[in-house]
């Protein structure tokens, strides 16, 4: 047994410390007899209390738990104190004195926990004095920290971003002015090389993500008529985020539980309870990361009647897809997912009118096939490509016509097949004059007065501006248009546009 704990129990079972308590108590001159008996009493009951509990955690020698409860203890009666001597404090200022019982009681326990310090060491006399000092800045530190961390990392993966669009524009100057090969090939894998080191250095671990989800459920449902409980349920624990898409997915989530809190709080606890639901709503998330994309999903046993309303404008990347699905009684779900990366690379398709034409980019990881097809690819009034393949159809949407009014002749067109979901039925193509290469950069807002455009963002490189088509949204107007029926699931992107899932 070790010595820390054996002079604890040699303490609890002598007679001094019980006799010096008494003498304290006698000491103080205004407690009766009876009240004296009183706390003597309690004191030894709780005396003995403590050295059961130490005695039951000791088995055959092995003291280890024993040495972690003295933590506990100390720390009970720590708090306990605390309480008393506030309560002591307002009794003085309110009565002018405070009650002689509540002192001598008091008393005692500043006595024991004197005792009890000296058989702490260093880590757990300071974990015990840091709780009872802060307990709510203790509680809290984690979120804290974590807040602090992705403020610093906000401003560094922004500077990072920045630097790398830098690098992007010298590069679009040097190969304008430069038809060397090498020239541009070593510039092209320098570029590569600083996009991948920031975007190493400036990542999130799911540990981080997970204090920092918790710190944004306090801050938008810490109020709510309803409590809500923050629920991991993980299957990755081993995560890691670009700076810039952790904070992406807290924005998001953010908004999504301010929406919560408006408009699927509205029944009461006891109205929870008498419907046979827990008093508090349960709030589950999940982190994935699957190959280059990664996923965040928010599952409430709420009301299940979200009003929600993306506001995307301050997130710090365009490419979010909102899938939102309400079950009204029983809770709401969101699912955000995005790529991993911020900077990538876009496909630059042709579709403007001939000798005028336009190019409009399509994230390259979302192409799932390009080729050159003649009419008879094309069937159901041209609305559908069949797969040379499998036979199979895909839903089809002539980019000239939706964008420029002018359609691209089916005859040797070029179609690309864009995958904007998941599942068996979550492609889409286009049909484009053509291809014409791959333009890397970071995707800026749409300005206000594009809103309605079918544009995600604009990537800027040197003199170049490229609009990212909003896949999304063609999907929507497709669903509108061939009259496809309304489901309770929806696919909502940033911006701020619903398409039916």
Not at 292 to 299: E, F, I, N, T
Not at 343 to 359: F, K, M, T
């Amino acid at each position: 047994m070790s010595q820390r704990v054996m002079a604890l129990l040699e303490l609890l079972d002598g007679d001094g410390v019980r006799d010096r308590i008494r003498q304290m108590i006698v000491e103080f001159g205004c407690v009766t007899p009876e009240d004296t008996e009183t706390l003597c009493t309690s004191i030894d009951r709780r005396l003995r209390g403590i050295r059961a509990s130490l005695h039951d955690v000791c088995m055959d020698g092995d003291t280890s738990e024993a040495e972690a409860m003295l933590l506990w203890i100390c720390l009970e009666m720590r708090m306990e104190w605390m309480r008393y001597n506030s309560q002591m404090q307002y009794q003085t200022v309110m009565q002018g004195s405070a009650d002689p019982v509540l002192m001598a009681r008091g008393a005692a326990l500043s006595f024991l926990l004197e005792a009890l310090d000296r058989k702490l060491d260093a880590t757990q006399l300071y974990t015990v004095s840091r709780i009872a000092e802060d307990p709510q800045g203790v509680a809290l530190a984690a979120v804290s920290r974590t807040d602090r961390l992705f403020s610093v990392m906000a401003r560094a993966s922004r500077g990072g971003r920045e630097a790398v669009d830098s690098l992007l524009a010298a590069q679009d100057k040097i190969t304008r002015a430069s038809k060397s090969g090498p020239v541009q090939h070593d510039l092209t894998e320098a570029i590569g090389t600083v996009m991948q080191t920031v975007g190493d250095a400036l990542r999130v671990t799911s540990e981080d993500f997970s204090h920092a989800l918790q710190g944004v459920l306090l801050r938008e449902l810490g109020h709510a008529p309803v409590l809500v409980l923050l629920e991991n349920v993980s299957r990755q624990s081993d995560a890691q985020l670009p700076s810039a898409v952790a904070i992406g997915l807290l924005r998001a989530a953010s908004t999504w539980m301010a929406a919560l809190s408006a408009t699927s709080l509205q029944m009461s606890a006891d109205a929870r309870i008498s419907a046979g639901r827990p008093a508090f709503v349960t709030l589950a998330w999940s982190l994935s990361e699957e190959g280059d994309q990664v996923a965040l999903q928010l599952r409430d046993d709420a009301d299940g009647t979200v009003s929600f309303n993306a506001n995307s404008q301050d997130w710090p990347i365009r490419d979010l897809v909102l899938h939102v699905l309400q079950e009204p009684g029983h809770g709401s779900s969101l699912r955000i997912s995005c790529q991993v990366t911020t900077i990538a690379d876009y496909l630059l398709l042709r579709v403007g009118r001939g000798e005028h034409d336009a190019l409009i980019g399509v994230p390259s990881q979302t192409i799932m096939h390009i080729e050159q097809r003649d009419e008879s690819a094309v069937a159901v009034g041209g609305t559908t490509l069949i797969d040379r393949l499998d036979g199979g159809a895909h839903a089809l949407v002539d980019l000239g016509e939706v964008l420029f009014d002018s359609p691209v002749e089916p005859d040797g067109a070029t179609y690309v097949l864009v995958r904007h979901g998941e599942g068996p039925n979550s492609s889409i193509a286009f049909r484009v004059r053509g291809v014409q290469g791959i333009r890397r950069g970071t995707m800026k807002p749409v300005p206000s007065a594009l809103r309605g455009a079918p544009v995600r963002g604009f990537v800027v490189t040197g003199h170049d501006i490229t609009a990212v088509l909003d896949v999304a949204s063609i999907v929507q107007q497709c669903g509108r248009e061939r009259g496809r029926p309304e489901t309770a699931s929806a696919v909502m992107n940033c911006n701020d546009q619903l398409v039916l899932a």
